[in-house]
């Protein structure tokens, strides 16, 4: 079975649609500020999406565009302004920023109340002790997309390759959170098909075009496929060889229309969650 990624994500906003609706009858508009730092072209699709995406259920969105050679102070003072701003339940700095600017440091300026992308070390922290806060809006959505499953997490072999601190290990920790037996492997692993053969649910975050081919995957396997990579003929693709994967999983992720869309709509629902913390 494909998890259709973009059903899953229509069916969520329309959700959250509602939801807005509420909260704007109790006086309360969800806003969330997303800062551009220079011209990026692919952050300048992400940026009008989000923007797109809010607007769409109803949720306020600020976008903030700043010139390439912003200095980081003047980042920071603004950084500052959004968080005493009482419109705003969210803030959002695109990644990448230009070098000159410190993204941990921006980061860990942005209160830990409107971290919605969850990168901030605190909430980093909360998901690592089991506590509440925020959690990145891609592993939440991986999270939702296996769920949508129906199967039952506890208990099973989950292998997560990749252990960056966007994907990979928050993932792992939700895995983990919901009582699976969780491996992580990464670009030093040594036995990296015996590994993924083990998994009932294996998620590829690596960004390597078409790497998990179907002899590294159990039949039966529940496979989420994170990778956005682009071929040299322009092509979109995963972590995963789908047509031949798909034949031997019981459950599998597309490239495009898989993660992706989840995770533009778990960054409204943190939004929503912060403006319910508000209320
Ligand atoms: P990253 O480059 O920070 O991390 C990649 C990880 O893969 C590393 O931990 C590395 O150790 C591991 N790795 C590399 N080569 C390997 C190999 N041969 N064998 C095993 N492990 C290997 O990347 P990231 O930010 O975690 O993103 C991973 C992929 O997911 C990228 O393609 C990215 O574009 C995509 N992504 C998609 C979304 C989405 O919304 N769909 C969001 C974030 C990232």
């Known amino acids: 079975m494909i998890i259709d990624g973009k059903a899953l994500a229509k069916q969520k906003r329309a959700e959250m649609a509602q939801i807005v609706q509420e909260l704007k009858a ?7 500020a997303v800062v551009l730092v220079g011209e990026d072209p692919a952050s300048e699709i992400y940026v009008r999406n989000k923007h797109k995406a809010c607007e769409e259920v ?56 409107k971290d919605v992308d969850g990168f901030h070390p605190v909430n980093a922290g909360k998901l690592l002790t089991g506590q509440t ?8 959505g991986i999270l939702e997309l296996i769920k949508s499953t129906g199967i039952d ?11 960056s601190n966007i994907v990979g290990k928050p993932v792992a920790h939700l895995l983990l959170q919901e009582n699976a037996t969780v491996t992580i492997c990464h670009s030093k ?26 002899d590294y995957v159990k039949g039966g396997a529940v496979v989420i496929d994170v990778g956005i990579n682009r071929l040299p003929d322009g092509k979109l693709v995963g972590d995963v ?39």
């Open 58 to 113: 109803g949720i306020y969105s600020r976008v903030i565009k700043l010139p390439e050679d912003t200095k980081e102070e003047d980042l920071l003072k603004l950084i500052d302004e959004l968080n005493q701003d009482s419109a705003l339940d969210g803030i959002l700095v695109q990644l990448p920023l230009p070098k000159q600017i410190d993204s941990d440091k921006v980061i860990e300026r942005i209160l830990p109340s």
């Open 241 to 279: 060889a789908f047509e031949t994967v798909k034949e031997k999983a019981s459950y599998i992720t597309p490239v495009p229309g898989g993660v992706g869309p989840m995770t533009i709509t778990m960054l409204l629902a943190n939004t929503l969650l912060s403006a319910k913390n508000r209320v």
């Open 26 to 32: 109790m006086g309360v508009t969800p806003g969330l």
């Open 189 to 214: 692993t040594k036995n990296l098909k015996e590994v993924c053969q083990r998994a009932d649910i294996l998620v590829a975050a690596i960004g390597k075009p078409q790497l998990i081919t179907a």
């Open 133 to 140: 806060g925020f959690v990145s809006c891609t592993p939440l």
């Open 153 to 163: 997490i506890s208990g099973k072999e989950a292998v997560v390759i990749g252990r």
